[in-house]
């Protein structure tokens, strides 16, 4: 039966190579997963022959909730997608539903100055998590405790904005949930101020650490045109050395307005594209980052400033009905392009099919690739490196 | 290239009948293609010096509702040097059995990211990949029944006499 075939080709593959080498899973538990990842190594000893990755432990059936739900009731399902970066997944999605419904352009700019403020706050989170969980994977305990603890303040400047720690349910279809509270500009500047200083300290501690550079220099290098053959993106592909970056490229909302470099891979301690490229990336994009959030506190608290009768709801439109088409929208999440494919029939305020393309699926989907015949102490430094969120590869 | 271009540029490769027609109200143009030509088609954009494809974004596999009985893949091709986008679509007529799933060719022999959302699209529509290396399922397990995203498809109640609440 053909259908069957496939399954039973690995199943063969699973009983031939036990008999041959050994095989080892690793995880769904194993904590340099993080998460619910299963990876079946085929091993020569401390060889890695071949690695198969199960994933699906944390499928929530997104695209079909989606297909049940309106619009902005999909909102938060979108926040579950990469939990670690939760206001960049429904900023792409509200994004191509305005594109879709022709409001976009009438959006206040004090509301895209705080998406992207608040988006911003929240990449410097997930990459603070990609730093730190990357540091403990390979033996660096410090670094993800110092992580954490400048994570901290990201959470609650966002709780104070929203309400939630991780899920945020912030930016709507049409504006915002609330306006952000007062005082928030504020200690958001304490925040980049207090930050700023911590952040060299953190490369000091393990961008430099000669441990840790040998650790991933040299290690499970990504060839360019690999990379974009199996998709990847974000800091993978920029590791990999190709200054490809949507914020610049697209442009989206108002991100033409701000200045930014964009990091790559340049292969300091070793070749382009290895480990230590692809934390190097994500180490410079903080900073860059931080540079953005300070230019966007200055427009709001000059000629952006908060009014008495400003209100975030304004433009949110009484009936979300796009006229029927096929819509994708692309922007840079945390992790890379993160895209949702909506198709709609024009009468209802549900999308007959919504597909969300997620960056973590693709940067997963390499790993075969690039960790065959490497030591099974790399293919942990490996797996840290494309920081990948369960949540966003299963949905 | 504009949309237009392309489509002369295809239209010149692979004779008119290899495009069986465009989608231009949305926003985004679609070209639709005759599913047995896509691997050409999609070689051809990737090689050819005036568009560099290279980049697939996004590979959606489609059930166009329980009436039209009709299955579709979507492909979302980026160009890297260009910075331009474009989508292909390719559809055919099946019906809703479960052991006659619409066959269309695999596009992984042209890009290596259509190998795991080409999986995703078999799991959860039940589209079936021509010359794909390793078609199982990906996201749910691999003795599930039947295939989520199809319009007709009934929760299931029981998995392995489990109840599922």
């Known amino acids: 039966m053909k259908y069957t075939q496939a399954l039973e080709n690995y199943n063969q593959k699973i009983a031939h190579a036990a008999t041959e080498d050994m095989v080892l899973n690793m995880g769904p538990q194993h904590p340099s997963t993080h998460g619910v990842l299963r990876l079946e190594l085929i091993t020569d000893g401390e060889i890695v022959k071949e690695v198969i990755p199960h994933i699906g432990y944390l499928h929530r059936c997104f695209e079909k909730h989606a297909e049940l739900l309106t619009y902005q009731q999909t909102i938060p399902f979108t926040d579950r997608l990469d939990y670690l970066a939760s206001m960049n997944n429904s900023h792409a999605f509200v994004m191509g539903v305005e594109r879709m419904m022709g409001i976009d352009k009438d959006i206040p700019k004090r509301i895209e100055y705080i998406r992207v403020l608040v988006c911003e706050l929240n990449r410097i989170g997930s990459h603070l998590i990609a730093i730190g969980t990357y540091g403990i994977d390979i033996g660096a305990f410090t670094p993800f405790l110092w992580c954490f603890r400048d994570r901290e303040h990201i959470m609650g400047m966002l709780e104070w904005a929203s309400g939630s720690r991780m899920l945020y349910n912030y930016i709507w279809v049409g504006g915002l949930f609330y306006d952000l509270p007062v005082g928030f500009e504020e200690r958001c500047r304490e925040f980049v101020d207090y930050f700023k200083p911590k952040m060299v300290e953190l490369n000091q501690l393990l961008t430099d650490n000669q441990v840790f550079i040998n650790r991933t220099a040299n290690v499970g290098v990504l060839p360019l045109d690999v990379a974009i053959n199996y998709g990847c993106s974000g800091p993978m592909l920029r590791g990999s050395g190709l200054k490809w970056d949507l914020r610049r490229i697209d442009g989206y909302s108002v991100y033409p307005e701000l200045e930014f470099d964009v990091p790559v891979g340049k292969g300091e301690m070793g070749t382009v594209g290895d480990c230590w490229d692809r934390y190097k990336v994500r180490a410079d994009e903080i900073a860059q980052s931080l540079r953005m959030i300070e230019q966007c506190l200055d427009r709001l608290q000059k000629e952006l400033k908060r009014t008495p009768d400003f209100d975030p709801r304004a433009k949110l439109p009484r009936k979300t009905i796009p006229k029927a088409q096929d819509y994708y929208v692309r922007c840079e999440g945390a992790k890379g392009e993160l895209g949702f494919y909506f198709m709609t029939d024009g009468k209802s305020e549900i999308p007959t099919r919504v597909k969300a393309r997620a960056p973590s699926f693709n940067n997963l989907s390499v790993l075969p690739e690039i960790a065959k015949g490497v030591m099974i102490a790399d293919l942990i430094a490996i797996v840290g490196s494309i920081d990948f969120v369960l949540g966003e590869v299963d949905r | ?165």
């Open chain 2, 1 to 165: 290239m504009s949309f237009d271009d392309i489509k002369a540029l295809l239209t010149d490769k692979f004779g008119a009948e290899a495009i069986t027609g465009e989608e231009t109200d949305g926003l985004q143009p679609a070209l639709l293609i005759d599913p047995d030509r896509i691997v050409e088609v999609c070689l051809e954009l990737r090689n050819n010096p005036g568009t560099y494809f290279d980049f697939l974004s996004c590979l959606t596999g489609v059930d166009y509702g329980v009436e039209a009985s009709r299955f579709g893949v979507v492909y979302h091709l980026a160009s890297i040097p260009y910075q331009t986008q474009l989508t292909l679509k390719i559809s055919k007529e099946n019906n809703r059995e479960l052991n006659e799933l619409p066959a269309f060719p695999s596009v992984t022999s042209v890009y290596k990211t259509a190998d795991w959302h080409e999986r995703e699209a078999y799991d959860l529509v039940g589209i079936f990949f021509e010359g794909h290396p390793d078609l199982r399922r990906i996201l749910l397990p691999d003795d599930w029944e039947g295939y989520p995203l199809r319009k007709d498809y009934k929760t299931a109640e029981y998995y392995k006499g489990i109840k599922i609440d």
